[in-house]
């Protein structure tokens, strides 16, 4: 091990990210966040499928794929034998375009190489890295599903809170972990500013949330039936929920796709959020966005939000309750704007933790 207390001044880091730039959810929004900060020192590279990004790039992309692999990834693929296997169009599409990238990987010689999509991305990259002498990090984005990402052995597993890492401990396997959260831009969002204008009935139910069925959307619909008054906005979900809003709200729900950089817009022009995904739920970037706007904030008793939460969570017990549920977003709609701590909401500052994950590399360089 080398002195510790030389710093490493300049690294090379890749980031495997192959939905940045066509998907703007929770972990593309990572990506983007802690790379612009990260080449502020250091010379990072995103390989991504998309050609652009939201906010402002500092980092290089660099470009992989065709439209046609973005629709095979985008796709659902239901057959539970060939996803378990690696065998699909979908898991053949991300092991040839990681031989791609790890060709290009062998040309530049990263230092650290973080591979985002798990699958045949991370097993491929922890082969080059093991034959490289190249430290491999993974970033648990995708919570309990990151379980073969561990068993690749990185040499370092990164959980996004306490309770994930736990669980990483029990299947590590001596796999070092580490516990740094996401963030939020809290220069981004904030209570004060510009205000999307919402056609809908007050009070204003958000929920920002995927269409898959462990985000439960179908539980907040009909919670928000039981309401007197109120509308539901859902930014994001898929076309069946849409079909079930319609039916049970009427006019008093909405569904519409929002780019991340207009969501401050959308957080201000309501009065409550919510979002009761399952236990399964990795972090959930909408907590921290939705708190720093000022929103009371509904979400399910468990730990993991009640680490994100603290104080300041309305938890609901029952998500599938929807007469508790209801209860739930009643007393939210009665305390009205939450003013969390500076000093809660400073733990999630994006500045800092771009900032452990900088240490925490230099840590592994030296070794």
């Known amino acids: 091990m080398g002195n510790p207390l030389i710093q490493i001044i300049f690294m090379k880091i890749a980031v495997l990210s192959f939905t940045s730039g066509k998907a703007y959810r929770g972990v593309e929004t990572v990506v983007h966040e802690l790379c612009n900060r990260w080449t502020k020192r250091e ?11 939201e906010g402002g790039v500092r980092y290089k992309i660099e470009k992989i794929g065709t439209n046609k692999d973005w629709k095979v990834i985008s796709s659902l693929v239901d057959n539970r034998l060939s996803r378990f296997l690696m065998v699909d169009k979908y898991h053949w599409t991300f092991f040839r375009l990681t031989v791609k990238v790890i060709r290009e990987l062998n040309k530049w010689q990263p230092d650290i190489v973080i591979p985002i999509n798990r699958g045949w991305q991370a097993a491929l990259i922890r082969l080059f890295c093991w034959f490289k002498g190249v430290k491999m990090v993974v970033s648990g984005q995708a919570g ?39 963030g939020v831009d809290m220069k981004l969002f904030k209570p004060s500013g510009k205000k999307m204008r919402l056609d809908l009935e007050r009070p204003i139910i958000l929920c920002v949330a995927g269409g898959e069925p462990y985000k439960r959307v179908e539980e907040t619909v009909r919670a ?25 709200l009427g006019a ?17 022009a309501v009065d409550i959020f919510t979002l009761v995904s399952e236990s399964s739920e990795a972090f959930a970037l909408v907590y921290l966005e939705a708190l720093a706007s000022g929103l009371p904030v509904v979400a399910p008793d468990d730990n993991l939000r009640r680490e994100l939460l603290g104080k300041n969570g309305i938890f609901v017990q029952d998500a599938t309750n929807e007469k508790k ?14 003013r969390p701590s500076k000093q809660w909401l400073k733990r999630f500052d994006w500045d800092k933790i771009a900032k452990k994950y900088q240490e925490l590399f230099n840590d592994l360089i030296r070794m």
């Open 144 to 182: 309990y599903k990151d379980k073969w990402s561990l068993i690749t052995r990185p040499n370092v597993f990164i959980a996004l809170n306490e309770r994930n890492a736990r669980w990483a401990r029990k299947y590590s396997c001596g796999v070092r972990v580490e516990v740094i959260p996401n």
């Open 224 to 248: 928000v039936r039981r309401l007197r008054k109120g509308g539901l906005l859902l930014v994001g979900g898929n076309e069946r929920q849409e079909k079930l809003g319609n039916e049970l």
């Open 43 to 53: 010379e990072v590279r995103v390989f991504q499928m998309g050609s652009k990004q």
């Open 325 to 338: 549920y209801a209860l739930k977003i009643m007393d939210a709609v009665r305390r009205g704007k939450n």
């Open 252 to 268: 008093r729900f909405l569904r519409m796709k929002v780019a991340y950089g207009k969501m401050p817009d959308v957080y201000r």
